[in-house]
């Protein structure tokens, strides 16, 4: 059974500072991860996906992935207060039928 | 932007009554999605459907749980006796044919069994 695990948190940082937020995945196989946004209440936003060894930018935000230790990480420069949400790391399961979740970490930049 | 579109937002509902949540999804999308997420728990998937067939189904999608496409653009969740544990929010996720992989959300309904 694959699974996808971050740490819940919360992640604190003030306004203005690069906020980092980790993955780790069971599945060697994995080929892609997608990074969504929750607000409290409200559906997951797709922030980034990555499906390459390295990184990929976007704006302010850069996911890293690195497929020998199993771990993705999502980068946010410049974090500002509307940044607090909780960030839902995910994989497809082997067939590509299904996204696996994480739990979310929970970010909160204060100003 | 098109963008998943899912109905009712909210819906109560008494223990063992039949609900219906209805979803639209983005319009050039073949595949479609169900997830469930209860209140502070992880999001956890559902059921797959593609070319009017489910593709996956999780344990969770046992034989209460069934999912329709009644038309070209309405997917549906059907949840047939409902019960107290069935309370969370549904969301709809459609993928498109080039990436069924890369997953877009609806807003969610909010399920409250009483």
Redesign the interface.
């Known amino acids: 059974q694959k699974e996808v695990e971050q740490n819940s948190g919360p992640l604190s940082v003030p306004e203005g500072a690069i906020a980092s937020l980790n993955c780790t995945y069971s599945d060697r196989g994995s080929q892609?991860f997608?990074w969504?946004r929750q607000y409290s209440g409200?559906?997951?936003?797709?922030i980034m996906?990555i499906y390459s060894n390295g990184d990929k930018e976007d704006g302010r935000f850069t996911a890293q992935l690195n497929k020998a230790s199993q771990y993705v990480s999502l980068l946010i420069r410049d974090s500002q207060p509307s940044d607090s949400a909780t960030y839902?790391c995910?994989a497809?399961?082997q067939?590509?039928?299904?996204?696996?979740?994480?739990?979310?970490t929970t970010l909160s930049v204060s100003s | 932007e098109p963008e998943v579109t899912q109905t009712p937002s909210h819906q109560v509902t008494q223990m063992g009554q039949e609900v219906i949540l209805r979803c639209v999804p983005i319009s050039n999308h073949l595949y479609f999605?169900w997830?469930r997420q209860i209140l502070g728990?992880?999001?956890?998937?559902l059921v797959?459907f593609?070319n009017n067939e489910i593709?996956?189904k999780?344990e969770i999608f046992d034989d209460q749980f069934s999912v329709e496409r009644p038309d070209g653009s309405n997917f549906t969740l059907k949840i047939r006796s409902t019960k107290l544990e069935d309370s969370a929010?549904y969301?709809c996720a459609s993928g498109g044919l080039a990436d069924?992989?890369?997953?877009?959300?609806?807003?969610?309904t909010r399920l409250l069994v009483l």
């Open positions: 892609s997608f969504y409200k559906s997951p936003e797709l996906f839902l995910a497809p399961n067939a590509g039928t299904a996204l696996i979740f994480g739990k979310g | 999605y997830y728990q992880k999001v956890e998937f797959s593609y593709s996956e999780s929010m969301f069924q992989e890369t997953q877009y959300f609806g807003p969610g």
